[in-house]
């Protein structure tokens, strides 16, 4: 038996309520567990997001070294417009990629708090052909 096993992602934030709100909303969540100063959020699939407060939290500014990304949330979709349809809707916003002159595998965003999180095309499921 494991020492220890998979906790939770936590992302610090001044208004952990609202951010919840972007997350749950996004992944679809109806599992809600609130305190004066966390709120957690758990998907259908068992994926858990904390939302923690800190009054003087401030958003990474990745690429910029200062206060710059510690870590980051990846998503799954096969419809990555209208993942960023839906993202833009609940207040989130595009970060600038690289490449922007075809279909990209994998884009940037923020969170209405700053966070940053990537949404990437799932691997296909047919065989490999060749």
């Known amino acids: 038996m494991a020492l220890v096993t998979a906790g939770v992602v936590v992302l610090d934030c ?3 309520e609202k951010l919840a709100e972007f997350y749950r909303e996004l992944l679809e969540a109806d599992d809600v567990d609130a305190s004066a ?3 957690e959020i758990r998907t259908a699939d068992g994926f858990r997001l904390a939302l923690r407060r800190d009054v003087n939290a401030t958003a990474p500014s990745w690429p910029r070294p200062e206060n710059s990304l510690q870590a980051h949330l990846e998503f799954v979709t096969d419809d990555l417009d209208g993942v960023e349809r839906r993202i833009v809707s609940l207040g989130g916003r595009p970060m600038e990629s690289g490449d922007s002159s075809g279909p990209t595998e994998e884009r940037g965003y923020a969170d209405p708090a700053g966070h940053s999180f990537t949404v990437r095309r799932g691997v296909p499921t ?4 060749g």
């Open 14 to 16: 001044a208004e952990p």
């Open 37 to 39: 100063n966390r709120v």
């Open 126 to 129: 047919a065989p490999k052909q």
